[in-house]
C-alpha cells in the first residue's frame, strides 16, 4: 500500500519562511513526476510545482522565485522549500506522485497559514 505523509505545515508571519516535506512509502514502482497543490477556502485546488523525474520543474506563476520543488532520493522524499510567504499562500497544501498513465496517489494534506 503506497501512503504519502506530509509534514511542516503551520502558522507564519507574512515574510517567513516554512518547509514542507512528504515522505513517500510503500512499493509505488516507477514514479513519473512529483508535486504539491494547494486548495484555499472556497477555491478550487491549484497546482504549486512540480517535479517530472529526469526532466522539467515548473511552478505556478504565483510562486516562483519564492517556492523551491526537490527530492531526497534517500530518504524518498518530495519536499516544497517557501520563502517571503504571503497571505495568499494559506491553504492546504497536498503533494503527489505520478507513478504511470492514471496512477496518482495523494497525501492526506497539511495547512499552511500565512498571517498578515
Known amino acids: 500500500q503506497v501512503q504519502l505523509v506530509e509534514s511542516g505545515g503551520g502558522l507564519v508571519q507574512a515574510g517567513g519562511s516554512l518547509r514542507l516535506s512528504c515522505a513517500v512509502s510503500g512499493s509505488v514502482g516507477s514514479i513519473n513526476a512529483a508535486g504539491w497543490y494547494r486548495q484555499a477556502p472556497g477555491k478550487q485546488r491549484e497546482l504549486v510545482a512540480t517535479i517530472i523525474i529526469g526532466g522539467d520543474i515548473d511552478y505556478a506563476d504565483s510562486v516562483k522565485g519564492r517556492f523551491t520543488i526537490g527530492r531526497e532520493n534517500a530518504r524518498n522524499t518530495v519536499y516544497l522549500q517557501m520563502k517571503s510567504l504571503k497571505p495568499e499562500d494559506t491553504g492546504v497544501y497536498y503533494c503527489?506522485?505520478?507513478?504511470?498513465?492514471?496512477?496518482?496517489?495523494w497525501g492526506q494534506g497539511t495547512q499552511v497559514t500565512v498571517s498578515s
Open positions: 503527489y506522485i505520478n507513478a504511470g498513465p492514471g496512477i496518482d496517489y
